[in-house]
C-alpha cells in the first residue's frame, strides 16, 4: 500500500512538472508547416462529425498518411475548439500526460521498480527532444499513437503475467490496433513486446537461445504481426500515391545509409546533450562525410557488439539497445520520406528504450549500495530538472511561425527553404522589404526552385507592380510547370492588366493539376474564382455563377467570392439565394465595399430602394472608387425623384467619371441620368452621347443600343422642356 502511495506521489509530481513545462502553448498559434493541410485549410474537417466525414477519414489517405483514428481526434478538437490552436495544443498536453502515467505504470508492472520506471518516464515527459511531438498541433499523431503505444505494453505485461489463453491477448491486439490507426510507425511494436520477452518477462531465453520459447511467444503474436505487416503496405502504398517518397535516382542506397547511421548517432547525442534543437534539419543528400557517417557506424556496432553479449547478465541493455534501433527503422531514412536528415519527433517513442538502458545500467553499475542509490536519485532528480529548464526554453521556439522558421535560420542560416519559410511568414506580417531579402537569398542558394520567386512575385502584386509580378510568375512557371499554384498566381496577375485569354489558360491549366482524388485544399479554388471573374467581364453571367460556384463547394469561407455570387443572384432576380449568400458573406466578418454593394442590389430587387441607396453609399464610404456603388446611387436618384437631391447623384457620378478619366462608358450613361434628375438636359445629352461612342468603339453593340435609348430620352426630354 506504502509504495502504491508513492508512486501515486511520483505520477503526480511528474505530470505537474509536465503541466508547467507545456502550459504555455495557451498562447501559441497554428503554425504554417503542415497546420494549414491537418487544420486550418483541411477541406475534409468541415464535414464535421457527421458519418460523411468518419467515413471520408476511413476511405482516404490523406496528406500521404492513413490515420483515422488521428483524422477523428482532430475533427473533434475542430467541433469543439473551431480554429482556436490552444484547444488542440492542450489536448496533444493532456495526451501527452495521459500516455507518460501509462508507461510508468507499464513499466513499474512490468519490472517492479519504481524508482528506475519513473526516472524514464521522467525522461519521456520532460526531454527536449519530445517537445516537437507536443507543441505542433500536426503531431498529433506522436501523442495519440504514443498513448495507445503504453497501453499496449501496460495490457502486455497483464497477459504476460498471467496464463496464457489467447482471449486474454485481444485487449493487446486492440490497444495495438488503435495505436497503428493513430501512427503507421507502431509497426514495430510486435517486436518490441518479443524484446520484453527476454526482458523483463523472461519469456524468451536468447543465452542459451531456446527455439522452442522462441516459437512460443512469437506464434502468439500473429495477430499482431498480421496488423503490423497490412499496415506498411497501407503505409508505403498512401505516401508513394501522394509522391511523398524520395525517388531512388534522387538519392541512391549509399547516402541513405550513411545519413541513417549518423541520424542514430545524433539522436543519442541529443539525447544527452539537447543543443541546437530545431523543426527541420536539412538533408545533406550526396554531401554526408563519409568519415562521419564511418565513425557513427563504428559507434552503433561497437554497441550492439556490447548489447549482445550483455544478454546473459544485463538482458535490460540489450532490450533497450534493441528498442532503441528497432523503432527507429521506419523513419530512419532508409525509405526517405521529405526532406528532412532527422526529425526530433522520431525519437518519442524509440527513446524510451534507449532510457531504459542506460536508466537501468546505470543502477547497476553504480548503485550497489542504499548511499549510491540515493545519489543516483538526486542526480535523477536534477536531470529531470535540467530537462525540464532545457524543455521550456524548446517549447518557446514553437510559439508560431516566425519563432519557428527564425530558429531554423539561426542554426541553417543558408537552407533555401527554411529561407523561403521564413521569408513567407515575414509576408504574413506585412514585413515586406525583410521578405523580400529572405527571397532573394533562397534564390541565390537554389536558383532554380520555384517558391521564393513566387513569394518576390505575391509581393510585387500586393503593392501593385504588375508588370514585376508577372514576370515572377512566369518564371517559376517555367521552372515547375506541373504546380498548379503559380498558374493561378500568373492567371490572376494576367487578369488584373486585360490579359484575359492568356489568364483563362492559366486558370484552366491549374484546375486541369489539381485533378485527382480526395479533396481539394482551398487554394485549389483560386482560379475558379479567377474564371468567374473574367466570365463576368464578359457578361458570361450563367459561367461566371457556375465558376463561383464550383470555387465555393472548394473554399466555402472566401468572402469575396460569396459576395460577387450574391451580387449576380441579386442582379438575376434570386432574391433568397442573394441573401443567403450574403449572410454568409456577414458571418465570416466582410465588410467591403463589394459587400455593401451587393446588399444594396439586394434591397433594391426588393423594392426598398431606400436601403438600397444607403448601401451603396455605405459602400462608397468604404471604397469611394466604387464605380459600381457610384453608378448605381446615380440611377436611383435619377428613377426615384425625392429620394435624394438629384444634386447628389451629379455630385457622385461626376467623381467616379473623373475617377475613370472620362474611360468607362456605364459611368457616362448614369451621369447623363444624374443630369437629366436636375434637368440638366444639354450636359445629359452630351454625356449620353460620349457613353453611345465609347461603347461602339470597344464593339459592346448591346450597351450602345441601351445607351443610345437613353439618348434619345434625354432629347425628348429637352425639347419638351424648351419653350
Not at 93 to 116: D, E, K, N, P, Q
Not at 129 to 139: D, G, T
Not at 161 to 189: E, Y
Request: aromatic share 10%.
Amino acid at each position: 500500500m506504502r509504495t502504491q502511495g508513492v508512486g501515486a506521489g511520483i505520477a503526480l509530481i511528474i505530470a505537474t512538472a509536465t503541466l508547467a513545462v507545456f502550459a504555455q502553448v495557451r498562447d501559441h498559434e497554428f503554425l504554417d508547416y503542415d497546420d494549414p493541410r491537418y487544420v486550418t485549410e483541411n477541406p475534409k474537417l468541415r464535414l464535421g462529425l457527421s458519418w460523411a466525414g468518419l467515413a471520408s477519414d476511413l476511405r482516404e489517405p490523406y496528406f500521404g498518411n492513413w490515420s483515422p483514428l488521428t483524422s477523428l481526434s482532430l475533427r473533434i478538437d475542430h467541433a469543439a475548439y473551431g480554429l482556436d490552436a490552444a484547444g488542440y495544443l492542450f489536448t496533444n498536453l493532456a495526451l501527452h500526460i495521459a500516455t507518460t502515467l501509462v508507461l510508468l505504470a507499464a513499466l513499474v508492472s512490468l519490472t517492479g521498480a519504481l524508482g528506475r520506471s519513473a526516472f524514464v518516464a521522467a525522461v519521456f515527459a520532460l526531454h527536449p527532444l519530445h517537445v516537437e511531438s507536443v507543441a505542433w498541433v500536426s503531431e498529433r499523431k506522436d501523442v495519440l499513437s504514443g498513448l495507445f503505444f503504453a497501453l499496449t505494453l501496460f495490457a502486455y505485461a497483464r497477459y504476460a503475467r498471467g496464463p496464457a489463453r489467447p482471449l486474454r491477448m485481444i485487449p493487446v491486439a486492440l490497444a495495438f490496433a488503435l495505436g497503428l490507426l493513430s501512427k503507421s510507425m507502431l509497426v514495430t511494436l510486435p517486436f518490441v513486446l518479443l524484446l520484453l520477452d527476454v526482458w523483463p518477462l523472461g519469456r524468451l531465453r536468447l543465452a542459451p537461445f531456446d527455439a522452442g520459447s522462441l516459437r512460443s511467444v512469437a506464434f502468439e503474436k500473429w495477430p499482431l504481426f498480421l496488423l503490423a505487416i497490412a499496415m506498411a503496405l497501407v503505409t508505403v502504398a498512401s505516401q508513394d500515391d501522394a509522391g511523398a517518397l524520395f525517388p531512388i535516382e534522387a538519392l541512391p542506397v549509399g547516402p541513405r545509409l550513411a545519413n541513417a547511421l549518423s541520424s542514430y548517432a545524433v539522436y543519442l547525442a541529443q539525447a544527452f546533450w539537447p543543443s541546437g534543437l530545431a523543426a527541420f534539419y536539412p538533408h545533406p543528400l550526396m554531401l554526408v562525410s563519409p568519415w562521419r557517417a564511418f565513425a557513427a557506424g563504428g559507434l552503433l556496432a561497437g554497441v550492439s557488439v556490447v548489447a549482445i553479449r550483455s544478454i546473459r547478465t544485463r538482458p535490460y541493455f540489450f532490450v533497450g539497445w534493441a528498442w532503441y534501433l528497432g523503432m527507429l527503422v521506419p523513419v530512419i531514412g532508409i525509405v526517405q520520406v521529405g526532406m528532412q536528415a532527422h526529425a526530433d519527433r522520431y525519437t518519442y517513442l524509440p527513446l524510451i528504450g534507449a532510457s531504459i538502458a542506460f536508466t537501468w545500467g546505470a543502477v547497476d553499475v553504480v548503485g550497489r549500495t542504499r548511499n549510491t542509490r540515493a545519489a543516483l536519485a538526486a542526480v535523477g532528480v536534477a536531470a529531470s530538472a535540467a530537462m525540464a529548464f532545457a524543455a521550456h526554453g524548446q517549447v518557446g521556439h514553437w510559439r508560431d511561425s516566425l519563432a519557428v522558421h527564425e530558429r531554423i535560420i539561426a542554426l541553417y542560416p543558408h537552407h533555401y527553404r527554411s529561407l523561403d519559410h521564413l521569408g513567407k511568414a515575414y509576408q504574413r506580417l506585412g514585413r515586406f522589404d525583410e521578405a523580400l531579402g529572405l527571397f532573394r537569398a533562397a534564390i541565390r542558394s537554389a536558383p532554380t526552385w520555384p517558391p521564393p520567386r513566387i513569394g518576390i512575385a505575391d509581393i510585387a502584386f500586393m503593392r501593385g507592380d504588375l508588370d514585376e509580378a508577372i514576370e515572377f510568375y512566369e518564371y517559376a512557371v517555367e521552372l515547375d510547370p506541373a504546380q498548379p499554384a503559380p498558374h493561378a498566381s500568373l492567371g490572376r496577375a494576367l487578369a488584373f492588366v486585360g490579359r484575359n485569354t492568356e489568364a483563362r489558360g492559366h486558370f484552366e491549366r491549374s484546375i486541369e493539376l489539381e485533378i485527382g482524388p480526395g479533396p481539394r485544399p482551398p487554394r485549389a479554388a483560386v482560379p475558379h474564382f479567377g474564371l468567374g471573374k473574367l466570365a463576368v467581364v464578359d457578361g458570361e453571367w450563367s459561367e461566371a455563377i457556375a465558376s463561383l460556384e464550383r470555387g465555393l463547394a472548394i473554399d466555402p469561407n472566401d468572402r469575396d467570392a460569396l459576395t460577387r455570387l450574391a451580387d449576380l443572384r441579386a442582379s438575376g432576380g434570386d432574391v433568397s439565394a442573394a441573401v443567403a449568400l450574403l449572410d454568409r458573406a456577414e458571418s465570416r466578418g466582410v465588410g467591403s465595399a463589394r459587400y455593401y454593394a451587393a446588399r444594396g442590389k439586394v434591397a433594391e430587387a426588393a423594392g426598398d430602394v431606400a436601403g438600397a441607396l444607403d448601401n451603396f453609399r455605405i459602400a462608397l464610404t468604404v471604397d469611394s472608387e466604387h464605380h459600381d456603388a457610384a453608378r448605381a446611387v446615380a440611377w436611383l436618384i435619377a428613377r426615384h425623384p425625392g429620394l435624394a437631391p438629384p444634386e447628389d447623384a451629379v455630385r457622385v457620378a461626376e467623381a467616379a467619371v473623373t475617377a475613370t478619366q472620362r474611360s468607362d462608358p456605364r459611368m457616362l450613361d448614369a451621369l447623363g441620368a444624374a443630369y437629366a434628375a436636375s434637368d440638366r438636359y444639354d450636359e445629359a445629352t452630351g454625356a449620353a452621347e460620349e457613353a453611345v461612342r465609347l461603347a461602339s468603339l470597344a464593339g459592346n453593340r448591346e450597351e450602345a443600343a441601351i445607351f443610345r435609348d437613353h439618348l434619345e430620352r434625354w432629347v425628348l426630354r429637352r425639347s419638351a422642356a424648351s419653350p
